[in-house]
């Protein structure tokens, strides 16, 4: 087996595989199959459109999710941008969402509408659009009314992803 390259990001494993097997399957979605050289164009297409948006290193990214491919592909675009992602259950209730919101100051709000009636009820609350990317288009987002402080320092382009509890017993902590 060869020796694999050190990664330093997470997006560098799909861009490594993408190179190395584009047509090998890596993902199965309700769509139908994802080959690593589709997801890499999906992750490159979504990255430019983040920094079209304004997204970019320390900037939190909110993704009101359920499993299919825009979540992993957003997942991926978010390390290329530098980006900060925070994917939260689509099944969470609207009380445990905000406080998640209110507390992570996302400066981009994203909902996978495509396979998730729950996140299609957020993204209806949050008065969310299409995002314009024909791969995308089961995909909702919508900004913030204040545009947010970006992250920093020597840790702004450190962080992978940030987890939230969903704050049954308590308020939802990161």
Same mark, same amino acid.
């Given at each position: 087996?060869?020796q694999?390259?050190?990664?330093?990001?997470?997006?560098?494993?799909?861009?490594?595989?993408?190179?190395?097997?584009?047509?090998?399957?890596?993902?199965?979605?309700?769509?139908?199959?994802?080959?690593?050289?589709?997801?890499?164009?999906?992750?490159?297409?979504?990255?430019?459109?983040?920094?079209?948006?304004g997204?970019?290193?320390?900037?939190? %990214?909110?993704?009101?999710?359920?499993?299919?491919?825009?979540?992993?592909?957003?997942?991926?675009?978010?390390?290329?941008?530098?980006?900060?992602p925070i %994917?939260?259950?689509?099944?969470?209730?609207?009380?445990?969402?905000?406080?998640?919101?209110?507390?992570?100051?996302?400066?981009?709000?994203?909902?996978?509408?495509?396979?998730?009636?729950?996140?299609?009820?957020?993204?209806?609350?949050?008065?969310?659009?299409?995002?314009?990317?024909?791969?995308?288009?089961?995909?909702?987002?919508?900004?913030?009314?204040?545009?947010?402080?970006?992250?920093?320092?020597?840790?702004?382009?450190?962080v992978?992803?940030?987890?939230?509890?969903?704050?049954?017993?308590?308020?939802?902590r990161?």
């Amino acid at each position: 087996m060869p020796q694999l390259p050190a990664f330093t990001a997470i997006h560098d494993v799909p861009a490594y595989w993408a190179a190395q097997r584009p047509d090998a399957i890596c993902l199965y979605d309700t769509a139908g199959v994802v080959r690593y050289g589709e997801l890499w164009a999906r992750v490159i297409a979504m990255a430019d459109w983040l920094a079209a948006q304004g997204v970019d290193a320390g900037d939190r %990214v909110l993704v009101s999710a359920e499993n299919c491919v825009e979540a992993v592909a957003v997942l991926f675009a978010c390390s290329v941008r530098g980006a900060w992602p925070i %994917v939260v259950n689509a099944r969470l209730s609207p009380r445990e969402l905000t406080v998640i919101t209110d507390h992570a100051q996302p400066a981009l709000r994203l909902y996978t509408v495509r396979v998730s009636d729950a996140a299609q009820a957020h993204a209806d609350t949050a008065g969310a659009q299409p995002v314009p990317l024909a791969d995308f288009a089961g995909l909702r987002f919508a900004r913030p009314d204040v545009a947010p402080e970006r992250e920093t320092g020597e840790h702004q382009r450190a962080v992978a992803a940030l987890i939230y509890t969903s704050g049954t017993t308590g308020p939802p902590r990161a």
